[in-house]
């Protein structure tokens, strides 16, 4: 048998079943989970699938959306230049009348590069088409002793078979993230015979791991500005880190303060750098101006996840300080309760 018809029988004995996204030609619901998966893990990405598609069903409901809509739906399931990206094309899709049916027509939406595109056409369309995706790529690296990443894509359209593609594709992707992991379950791979690191002893060497090195830190501070349980936010610029999303002012705006406090900095971290974010408590007179919400509608806005943490930790505080007063009788004050939040951290 070949290396394709190995991984078609395996598919159909061991590949996995019931998700969301299988067994459908629909090329909105089938490019939808394939941004979503991009760096992401299945069991993460199925609940944010199903609520997008309970409130976006189809492509043209996502396109008259607003940006700020979308982001709150895809908040915190990070990189968030991809939930920009799908409401940019699909703007693109419902002006063009219809999804495009080829690999490389696909390509030229925004934010769907080949490995994707092909991944739709294969399974909206059954194109014969390669993907290359990160796990796919460790797949064909070990089985095929391939270092050089310039080879493996005409090594990944070498194998294509010439029927049964949609089940060889998903094969592939299966096989990469279930069994040929970053420790692999060579016991359980049906390619393994044939396998050239298992067999020269190279399993961790291939495909070459990057150097790594240390992360770059960067410091970031917030002024957390309250007022009873209200919040202030900011629309973060596009593009650049959060972008389009809402978060707190880093420069204190000017306004009467009451009370300033510094919070315990919350870490968090990305793909090229970490970041720590000091958050500083500021009690202000008034909530006068734009961008002031109430704690719960923070909560549910299109917000990061340190940016929810820290609202939910403060709306804790104060719901706790709340009843503790009126255990003793004494009248709830709001503003003296979130004054007296907890010190939030990650």
Same mark, same amino acid.
């Given at each position: 048998?070949?290396?394709?018809?190995?991984?078609?029988?395996?598919?159909?004995?061991?590949?996995?079943?019931?998700?969301?996204?299988?067994?459908?030609?629909?090329?909105?619901?089938?490019?939808?989970?394939?941004?979503?998966?991009?760096?992401?893990?299945?069991?993460? %990405? %199925?609940?944010?699938?199903?609520?997008?598609?309970?409130?976006?069903?189809?492509?043209?409901?996502?396109?008259?959306?607003?940006?700020?809509?979308?982001?709150?739906?895809?908040?915190?399931? !990070?990189?968030?230049?991809?939930?920009?990206?799908?409401?940019?094309?699909?703007?693109?899709?419902?002006?063009?009348?219809?999804?495009?049916?080829?690999?490389?027509?696909?390509?030229?939406?925004?934010?769907?590069?080949?490995?994707?595109?092909?991944?739709?056409?294969?399974?909206?369309?059954?194109?014969?088409?390669?993907?290359?995706?990160?796990?796919?790529?460790?797949?064909?690296?070990?089985?095929?002793?391939?270092?050089?990443?310039?080879?493996?894509?005409?090594?990944?359209?070498?194998?294509?078979?010439?029927?049964?593609?949609?089940?060889?594709?998903?094969?592939?992707?299966?096989?990469?993230?279930?069994?040929?992991?970053?420790?692999?379950?060579?016991?359980?791979?049906?390619?393994?015979?044939?396998?050239?690191?298992?067999?020269?002893?190279?399993?961790?060497?291939?495909?070459?791991?990057?150097?790594?090195?240390?992360?770059?830190?960067?410091?970031?501070?917030?002024?957390?500005?309250?007022?009873?349980?209200?919040?202030?936010?900011?629309?973060?610029?596009?593009?650049?880190?959060?972008?389009?999303?809402?978060?707190?002012?880093?420069?204190?705006?000017?306004?009467?303060?009451?009370? %300033?406090?510094?919070?315990?900095?919350?870490?968090?971290?990305?793909?090229?750098?970490?970041?720590?974010?000091?958050?500083?408590?500021?009690?202000?007179?008034?909530?006068?101006?734009?961008?002031?919400?109430?704690?719960?509608?923070?909560?549910?806005?299109?917000?990061?996840?340190?940016?929810?943490?820290?609202?939910?930790?403060?709306?804790?505080?104060?719901? !706790?300080?709340?009843?503790?007063?009126?255990?003793?009788?004494?009248?709830?004050?709001?503003?003296?309760?979130?004054?007296?939040?907890?010190?939030?951290?990650?």
């Amino acid at each position: 048998m070949s290396f394709a018809q190995k991984l078609i029988a395996w598919q159909r004995r061991r590949g996995r079943r019931g998700l969301p996204w299988q067994g459908m030609r629909d090329p909105y619901r089938i490019w939808l989970s394939e941004v979503m998966l991009q760096q992401t893990q299945v069991a993460t %990405v %199925v609940p944010y699938y199903q609520r997008f598609l309970k409130r976006f069903p189809t492509v043209k409901a996502l396109a008259v959306a607003s940006e700020d809509e979308v982001l709150r739906l895809w908040s915190g399931l !990070g990189y968030y230049a991809r939930g920009r990206n799908l409401h940019a094309a699909a703007k693109e899709v419902v002006q063009r009348g219809s999804f495009p049916r080829k690999a490389q027509d696909l390509q030229t939406l925004s934010g769907i590069g080949r490995s994707t595109a092909a991944a739709i056409a294969v399974f909206a369309f059954g194109e014969r088409a390669a993907i290359l995706d990160g796990n796919v790529k460790r797949v064909l690296s070990r089985a095929y002793g391939v270092q050089d990443e310039k080879a493996l894509w005409p090594l990944a359209e070498r194998l294509l078979p010439r029927h049964g593609i949609e089940t060889y594709t998903q094969a592939l992707m299966d096989l990469g993230a279930t069994v040929c992991t970053r420790n692999p379950h060579c016991a359980a791979c049906p390619v393994a015979s044939q396998c050239v690191a298992r067999r020269d002893g190279r399993v961790h060497e291939l495909p070459s791991p990057r150097p790594r090195r240390p992360l770059p830190l960067k410091r970031a501070t917030w002024f957390v500005l309250t007022n009873g349980e209200k919040v202030l936010l900011q629309r973060r610029p596009a593009p650049g880190i959060w972008g389009g999303l809402w978060c707190f002012p880093e420069r204190k705006p000017a306004v009467p303060v009451r009370s %300033v406090r510094e919070l315990a900095p919350i870490h968090h971290g990305f793909t090229h750098f970490r970041l720590r974010i000091q958050p500083v408590l500021c009690e202000v007179e008034s909530a006068a101006g734009e961008g002031w919400v109430s704690m719960r509608e923070a909560s549910a806005s299109a917000v990061p996840a340190p940016v929810r943490e820290l609202v939910q930790a403060l709306r804790s505080g104060a719901q !706790g300080a709340r009843a503790r007063r009126r255990a003793r009788g004494a009248p709830a004050s709001p503003r003296a309760a979130a004054a007296r939040a907890p010190r939030a951290g990650r």
